[in-house]
């Protein structure tokens, strides 16, 4: 038995995925999600024939998203932004509410338990993961894998089933061609036996690979569309900005003109202005990349505008940690494939002890010589005397303990991620809501230095750094939604919830649906 080495370990969107060991066994999966060595391959043991006779050795996609038309910089003329994200806000779980400002253009939420339209065309968070279950290659690999983990699994069988075989030889000293067919039959294997019961836990452990990998698209995905709406945002936000830079300029113009300015106002709000342009570009190269990155798992275009915050967030429901912790100790996957992994090889153990022990079988030859027949039929018993089996049995034992210590090492780290993102969820959704405030009273900020500066007592300065803090406020808002969904992803993945049912649970929440 050849223990295959162990992969770097990896991290996935927040969640600690266990190592990704390798097989160098010929016939076995060449992953898996143990967090130590995958399943030794499956070894059959060979009935012995009947020492009567002479028994031969068998054979063995993404869409353009163009820029806006550059906008020269005219006081006179203001660009008109897009709908820049607003403070929503709905109750965040069971925190307070927080209310934020409400966009006049924005229409309100759809009333309670009104179902959702799909535009057809349309992608949202679980349409997306969807897609990705049928078109990214790493989960069509991670399919193949499961599949040929499953073969390996039925392969076990094959220890008490009966062997044949047929020889023919033709050596002139011989006087003529002899035929020579053997049938045997394993009656009593101890090695053979250990070897048939590998067979439910190596299915056990190719599905939960599967499920494994079904996490990790789910995870990739959530990644993917929480920066293709950090970039659409901040888009947003950022023609927002220049629209109120360009307010700002016609008003010092004004107060220039009349003497009551100065042209060093003029050229600040004008020098913010272009960075604001020059930032637009930078984010649309941000959106793009985003998307680009979702096509390569969904295998569609993403359609322009998509993903965008809905007015209000939706509910985050989180429960206790300990009912977390309880579903995780059986439905994790990470924490079954390990599990399996440590019974596969205490098995496997057992089949080289076993190895030592005699093998009885049943044993049918049938031999033709020059126009003469011989058979027999009868028991065989097989004692076999080999030193190195001493030496396997000392490994096998050392592969059993090594496996039941990274099985315990997966179920720590997993109990402990789950403690840290169910405190990240918590703190997060309240954290969302005291930041919805802040935009309320960013808003309210510039509004208050603009009154001042046209009565004096502010300076232009003043006014376009409010201006500034407000869209880094709400940016900043747009980045703790998006952290704290893929915290929620993750934490329900690392619970044990079905990939489809988190998916959907996350997307009630950050997109409304």
Request: no cysteine; hydrophobic share 40%; glycine share 8%.
């Amino acid at each position: 038995m050849n223990p295959a080495g162990a992969a770097p370990r990896a991290q996935t969107g927040g969640v600690n995925v266990p190592p990704v060991p390798m097989s160098s066994a010929a016939g076995q999966g060449s992953t898996a999600t143990s967090g130590g060595t995958a399943p030794p391959p499956v070894t059959i043991d060979r009935v012995p024939s009947s020492p009567a006779l002479p028994q031969p050795a068998l054979g063995g996609r993404v869409t353009s998203f163009p820029l806006p038309p550059a906008t020269s910089f005219s006081p006179d003329v203001p660009p008109v932004p897009q709908r820049p994200v607003s403070g929503p806000q709905a109750p965040l779980g069971n925190t307070p509410e927080a209310v934020g400002p409400v966009d006049p253009q924005v229409q309100g939420p759809r009333a309670p338990g009104e179902r959702r339209v799909r535009v057809p065309g349309e992608i949202d968070l679980v349409s997306a993961y969807t897609l990705g279950r049928e078109n990214d290659p790493t989960f069509q690999a991670a399919i193949a894998e499961r599949d040929v983990n499953r073969e390996t699994a039925g392969q076990t069988i094959t220890a008490y089933l009966p062997q044949a075989s047929y020889t023919y030889n033709n050596i002139p000293t011989e006087g003529g061609a002899r035929h020579v067919a053997t049938v045997t039959q394993p009656i009593v294997s101890m090695s053979g036996l250990a070897t048939l019961k590998q067979r439910r836990p190596r299915r056990a452990y190719a599905d939960a690979t599967l499920e494994v990998r079904a996490q990790d698209l789910a995870t990739r995905t959530m990644t993917a569309v929480a920066d293709i709406i950090k970039a659409t945002e901040a888009i947003a936000l950022n023609d927002a900005r220049i629209a109120a830079f360009s307010t700002q300029s016609q008003r010092a113009s004004r107060l220039y003109k009349a003497g009551q300015g100065t042209v060093t106002d003029a050229r600040d709000i004008e020098v913010r202005y272009e960075q604001a342009l020059a930032n637009r570009i930078l984010l649309n190269s941000d959106l793009i990349a985003a998307s680009t990155r979702l096509r390569s798992i969904t295998g569609q275009p993403v359609p322009p505008g998509a993903f965008r915050l809905p007015d209000r967030f939706g509910p985050v429901v989180l429960d206790p940690i300990d009912a977390y912790l309880g579903t995780q100790e059986s439905a994790n996957p990470q924490i079954e494939a390990a599990r399996q992994t440590e019974r596969i090889n205490q098995l496997e153990a057992r089949r080289v002890r076993g190895s030592i022990f005699p093998v009885l079988g049943a044993s049918a030859t049938y031999t033709r010589r020059n126009g003469l027949a011989d058979s027999y039929v009868g028991l065989s018993l097989s004692a076999p005397l080999n030193a190195a089996s001493i030496f396997q049995v000392g490994a096998a034992n050392a592969t059993v303990r090594r496996s039941y210590e990274e099985r315990r090492q997966v179920e720590e780290r997993a109990r402990t991620e789950l403690e840290r993102l169910h405190a990240l969820v918590d703190g997060g959704r309240q954290a969302l809501a005291i930041n919805a405030k802040a935009i309320q009273a960013a808003e309210l900020s510039v509004e208050a230095n603009s009154r001042s500066y046209e009565g004096g007592v502010r300076t232009n300065v003043d006014v376009v750094n409010a201006i500034q803090t407000v869209f880094e406020v709400k940016n900043a808002y747009v980045q703790a939604a998006t952290t704290l969904s893929i915290n929620y992803l993750n934490l329900q993945l690392l619970a044990g919830v079905a990939p489809e049912d988190a998916m959907a649970t996350t997307q009630a929440f950050l997109l409304g649906n």
